[in-house]
C-alpha cells in the first residue's frame, strides 16, 4: 500500500471529513443500509469494496447529499448535510467534485464546456476567464490540449475519465468522490490513472473517496480500506488490518485468486522500487 505523507492525513483525534452515523437506507421493503458508521480522515484516499447490490453507489449518492438516508446523519466537511440550510449546503457542494461511474459528461458540450459549467455556475468568472481555468484543469488532468475542443464521443474511454476528473476538479474541491474511475479501462490506463490520482492527492492536499472492485487499485492507491457488506461497513482501516479480518466475503475477495495475484504484483513493484 503507498505511504503516506504525514502532513496530509489527519493528525489522531481530528474530525473526520465525512462522518456518517447509524445510517439506514431502505428502498420499499429492501433494506439496503442499516445502522452504517463511517469516518473518513482528511488526506486519505479511501477505497470502498463491496459485492455487488451492497450499496456502494447508494451510500456515496447519500454522502454528497443527492439522496436523503431513511435514518441516521451524514456529516459532510463539519456540516450536517441533510440539517443544514440551503445556503450552507450549495457551500458545501462548492467544496467537493464528483465523478460518476460512466463519467456524466453531457455529450453535446465539448471537454472545455464541461469544466466550464460549474465554473460559470458557482463562481463569478466570466466566458473566457472560465475557458482559461478550464484549460489548466485540462493539463492537470494528464489530458492533451487538443482535446479542450473534442466531444465526448470522440474520446477514449480512459480520456473521457480525465475530462470528467477535469471537471471535478473544476472548484479546487477538498474531497473527491469517484465512482469505479477505472471500471471498464485496460489495466495501462487504469494504472496510469491511479497514478495520477495519487499525485493529485499529495499536491493539491485532497481527501478522496473511491468506490472501486478494482484490486490493483486498492494495492497501489488507498491508504485505506472500507468493507461494505451485511448492510454496514464491516471494517475500515489500512489494508493490511482489513485482509486479516475474519468474514467469508473479506477473506474470499482478499485472499482469493485475483486478490493474491494483485498482492504480489504490488510487493513485487515495491521491492523493485
Known amino acids: 500500500m503507498s505511504a503516506t505523507p504525514a502532513a496530509t492525513v489527519s493528525a489522531p483525534g481530528a474530525s473526520p471529513v465525512i462522518a456518517v452515523q447509524d445510517l439506514t437506507t431502505r428502498f420499499g421493503t429492501q433494506l439496503v443500509h442499516e445502522h452504517l458508521d463511517l469516518d473518513v480522515p482528511r488526506g486519505a484516499i479511501l477505497g470502498v469494496v463491496g459485492g455487488s447490490g451492497t450499496g456502494k453507489s447508494v451510500l456515496l449518492r447519500t454522502i454528497i447529499g443527492l439522496r436523503r438516508p431513511d435514518a441516521g446523519h451524514v456529516h459532510l466537511l463539519g456540516e450536517d448535510v441533510y440539517a443544514t440550510s440551503t445556503m450552507q449546503r450549495i457551500a458545501v457542494e462548492r467544496r467537493i467534485g464528483v465523478l460518476f461511474q460512466d463519467g456524466a459528461l453531457f455529450s453535446s458540450m465539448t471537454v472545455a464546456e464541461n469544466i466550464c459549467v460549474p465554473l460559470l455556475e458557482h463562481t463569478a468568472l466570466g466566458a473566457r476567464d472560465a475557458r482559461r481555468l478550464a484549460t489548466l484543469k485540462i493539463a492537470l488532468a494528464g489530458l492533451p490540449q487538443d482535446a479542450r475542443d473534442k466531444y465526448p464521443s470522440e474520446l477514449s474511454g480512459g480520456m473521457r475519465k480525465r475530462a470528467a476528473l477535469a471537471r471535478a476538479l473544476a472548484l479546487d474541491p477538498e474531497i473527491l468522490f469517484l465512482d469505479e474511475p477505472t471500471s471498464g479501462l485496460d489495466p495501462i490506463t487504469a494504472a496510469g490513472f491511479d497514478r495520477l490520482l495519487r499525485t493529485l492527492r499529495d499536491a493539491l492536499g485532497l481527501t478522496v473517496y473511491m468506490n472501486t472492485h478494482d ?21 475500515a482501516a489500512d489494508l493490511a488490518t482489513v485482509e486479516r479480518y475474519d468474514h467469508p466475503w473479506v477473506q474470499d475477495y482478499f485472499r482469493g485468486p485475483r486478490g493474491r495475484t494483485a498482492g504480489a504484483a504490488y510487493a513485487d513493484a515495491a521491492q523493485e522500487a
Not at 216 to 234: E, K, N, P
Open 215 to 235: 484490486l490493483d487499485s486498492i494495492h497501489t492507491v488507498c491508504d485505506r480500506v472500507a468493507v461494505l457488506a451485511d448492510r454496514r461497513v464491516l471494517v
